[in-house]
C-alpha cells in the first residue's frame, strides 16, 4: 500500500518553455502532498504544500507565479514550472501523506532544461 | 521554526560491523521522527520511525532511540551489508505537519 507515482520519471526542455509535471497517489487519498525539490548531493528542499481544493502553501523563496500547483482531487496534485531556465534544472520530487505522520514520496522527475 | 542537525555527513564502516547516525532537534513539539533510506537517483525510501511517546523501536538489523529531554534521536544499523549503502535522512515533524530534514549521511559499506 501507499503507492505514488510521478509522471514523467524525466523532461528535457528548452528554456522558456513550460512543464508540467504530474503526482498521483494510486491506493489512498492525499488530503495534503508536498513538492521537494534536490540538487546533487543535497538534501531535500520543500518547495510547498499542497492541500486539496485549496491553494498551495509556498516556502520561503519559492517563486508561486513560477511554480504553479493545482490540487484538484484527493488522488492528484501537479507542478508546472513556468518559462524554465537552466536554473530550474534540478530532481523535483512529490510526496503524499497518507496518515496524519508518514509521508511516501513518488519517484522523482529528472529536469533538464537547455 | 524547527532545525535538524545531522551527523555524519559521511559514515564509512566494514561489512558487517554497525553504523550509527545522529540527529539533533530544536523544536520540543516535535512529535514524530522518521527515517529514509535514498539510493542514487531514486525516491527516499521510510525505513523506520518513531513517535514521541516511544523510546526504542526496532526493526531487525535497524533500530531507532529517542531522547526527549536531549532532543536528539539516533538510527543504529546492526550487521551491515553492501545493499545497506545509500544516503540516510534523518527528519522532525513540526507541528504544522511538514518534515524537517536533515543535511543527509552517505553510509558506504567497505567490502
Known amino acids: 500500500g501507499a503507492v505514488v507515482s510521478q509522471h514523467p520519471s524525466w523532461v528535457i526542455c528548452k528554456s522558456g518553455t513550460s512543464v508540467k509535471i504530474e503526482c498521483r497517489s494510486l491506493d489512498f487519498q492525499a488530503t495534503t502532498m508536498f513538492w521537494y525539490r534536490q540538487f546533487p548531493k543535497q538534501s531535500l528542499m520543500l518547495m510547498a504544500t499542497?492541500?486539496?481544493?485549496?491553494?498551495?502553501?509556498?516556502e520561503q523563496g519559492v517563486e508561486k507565479d513560477k511554480f504553479l500547483i493545482n490540487h484538484a482531487s484527493l488522488t492528484l496534485s501537479t507542478l508546472t514550472v513556468t518559462s524554465a531556465h537552466p536554473e530550474d534544472s534540478s530532481f523535483y520530487i512529490c510526496s503524499a501523506r497518507a496518515a496524519m505522520f508518514e509521508q511516501y514520496f513518488g519517484p522523482g522527475t529528472r529536469l533538464t532544461v537547455t | 521554526g524547527e532545525n535538524v542537525e545531522q551527523h555524519p555527513s559521511t559514515l564509512s564502516v566494514q561489512e558487517g560491523d554497525s553504523a550509527v547516525i545522529k540527529c539533533t532537534y530544536s523544536d520540543s513539539a516535535s512529535n514524530y521522527f522518521p527515517w529514509y533510506k535514498q539510493e542514487l537517483g531514486k525516491r527516499p525510501q521510510l525505513i523506520i520511525d518513531i513517535r514521541s511517546n516511544v523510546g526504542e523501536k526496532k526493526d531487525q538489523r535497524i533500530a531507532v532511540t529517542l531522547n526527549k529531554t536531549a532532543k536528539h534521536f539516533s538510527l543504529h544499523i546492526t550487521e551491515t551489508q553492501p545493499e545497506d549503502s545509500a544516503v540516510y535522512f534523518c527528519a522532525s515533524h513540526a507541528p504544522n505537519y511538514q518534515l524537517i530534514w536533515g543535511a543527509g549521511t552517505k553510509l558506504i559499506i567497505k567490502p
Open positions: 499542497s492541500n486539496e481544493g485549496s491553494k498551495a502553501t509556498y
